[in-house]
């Protein structure tokens, strides 16, 4: 069975720039989840759907990300225009049910993003 | 979600057992215990979880205090491929707030 997979691996853009990254969880998983982690900081909670609609966006940071799920399947994040203190490594992880049903997450290997 | 306390790092060496502990003091009734790590240039993977008894895994074994406030991770046999940084996450819901974990290094 395939794992979470993100795209692209790294991407390295100008300030200003537009980026989008992009996951697909793993099939058959409703909630999927953005985390961050940005320079010498710890992994932060950006945001969780549930299939197409997002459940709890409380970590996006500002109005300049902008996170989606058409069909409840793949999702993408656009960060527009792109700062300098966005760089930083972006986790997607999913998982199959909500509590009280206990269920893993399974992240993603990250995209690395870099602004210059 | 309950805030964590980890050391920051330890050190093992390849073969022994391991205890990675975490203090928890504010966990509530219903928030699971939950160990994930993080192997270099990969993302967060599942370890554990509990929720008041003690859990085994063919992974690792999770003992927790019989108040709740704190649980230790017990790797039964360190191999290389341990060395990770290992987070301890209390939360009943799934949006996780990750601590800055402990870093464990395994010497051959």
Not at chain 2, 1 to 8: E, R, S
Not at chain 2, 62 to 71: F, G, N, Q, T, V
Not at chain 2, 80 to 107: E, H, K, M, W
Request: net charge negative; aromatic share 10%; charged share 20%.
């Amino acid at each position: 069975e395939a794992g979470v997979t993100q795209f692209p691996s790294h991407s390295v853009i100008e300030k200003g720039q537009t980026v989008t990254l992009r996951c697909d969880p793993i099939s058959g998983h409703d909630n999927l989840y953005w985390y961050r982690r940005v320079m010498g900081k710890e992994i932060k909670f950006l945001l969780h759907f549930v299939k197409e609609s997002k459940q709890d966006e409380s970590g996006m940071p500002n109005n300049r990300f902008l996170a989606e799920r058409t069909g409840g399947t793949y999702s993408t994040l656009k960060v527009q225009p792109a700062e300098l203190e966005d760089s930083g490594v972006y986790f997607c992880a999913s998982s199959q049910e909500k509590p009280p049903t206990y269920n893993e997450q399974f992240f993603g290997p990250g995209t690395r993003l870099t602004v210059l | 979600d309950a805030k964590t306390t980890q050391p920051n790092s330890m050190e093992s060496n390849e073969e022994e057992p391991v205890h990675l502990p975490c203090n928890h003091s504010t966990i509530s009734g219903t928030d699971y215990i939950h160990w994930y790590r993080q192997l270099p240039s990969q993302g967060p993977e599942y370890v554990i979880h509990g929720l008041t008894s003690n859990v085994n895994n063919r992974m690792a074994s999770l003992a927790i205090a019989e108040d709740r406030k704190s649980s230790t991770l017990i790797l039964h046999r360190a191999t290389l491929r341990d060395a990770a940084v290992y987070y301890c996450i209390c939360s009943y819901g799934q949006n996780f707030v990750f601590g800055p974990g402990t870093r464990l290094s395994v010497l051959p």
